[in-house]
């Protein structure tokens, strides 16, 4: 596709659940970002990969969260025994280079922890 | 730390202007600007470079005063696609300059 693509785009999950978000970013970007947005706020840094490498986890908020990305361009973001705090718009973004450059954004997850 | 925006929303008619600023507690390397509606993904609009250099699209122009580590969007004439919140990300010295620490946004609402 032309954009960044994120599934699903809402989930709904009984606190203690595991989810997975998937990301796949626009072919050929290099780096990749995850943010999360809570209601009426601005995207919140999680995580950066460029490539395969995760150079950059320090925004996520527990050892609950985990992200991948093993062949450097589809990613994943897992979120372990999910709790209510969780809820929140989950948006990944790519871009062609490295650093500090224009990113795409996708839709984002909306997950709902109940 | 989170760079503030102002105002916190603002309401247009159609071919009004507005500015809408973005301030930083720290020393700033670059300053992105995003639109974003509701449900939908944030759109790239601008990005602005120390020492100057501006890249974006759109009718839409900027400024970056580095020594006031202040940045501010300029909306002239505005349309009703204008509408949506608009975030500034900002980007420190050193290596993590990708990491971008966004404000909490602007409402613009443009009316007929």
């Known amino acids: 596709g032309a954009g960044v693509s994120q599934s699903p785009r809402y989930k709904v999950a009984k606190r203690g659940q595991d989810v997975a978000l998937r990301c796949d970013p626009i072919s050929g970007h290099v780096s990749l970002f995850w943010y999360q947005q809570a209601l009426g706020q601005g995207p919140e840094f999680l995580t950066y990969f460029q490539n395969e490498a995760q150079l950059d986890k320090s925004g996520l908020p527990s050892d609950r969260f985990f992200a991948e990305r093993p062949e450097g361009s589809v990613s994943t973001l897992k979120i372990q025994r999910t709790q209510q705090e969780d809820s929140a718009v989950y948006l990944c973004?790519?871009?062609?280079?490295?650093?500090?450059?224009?990113?795409?954004f996708g839709q984002g997850t909306r997950l709902t922890v109940v | 730390q989170q760079p503030v925006q102002s105002p916190q929303a603002v309401i247009l008619r159609e071919g009004e202007d507005a500015v809408i600023n973005c301030s930083s507690s720290?020393?700033?390397?670059?300053v992105h600007w995003y639109r974003q509606k509701h449900g939908e993904a944030p759109v790239f609009l601008m990005i602005l470079l120390k020492g100057g250099e501006q890249k974006g699209h759109e009718k839409i122009s900027a400024s970056f005063n580095e020594k006031k580590q202040q940045s501010s969007l300029y909306l002239t004439a505005s349309q009703l696609s204008y509408s949506g919140t608009y975030f500034c990300g900002t980007a420190g010295y050193g290596g993590s300059n990708y990491k971008l620490t966004f404000g909490k946004g602007t409402l613009l609402t443009v009316n007929p």
């Open positions: 973004a790519s871009s062609l280079g490295i650093g500090n450059t224009e990113a795409f």
């Open positions: 720290k020393a700033l390397y670059s």
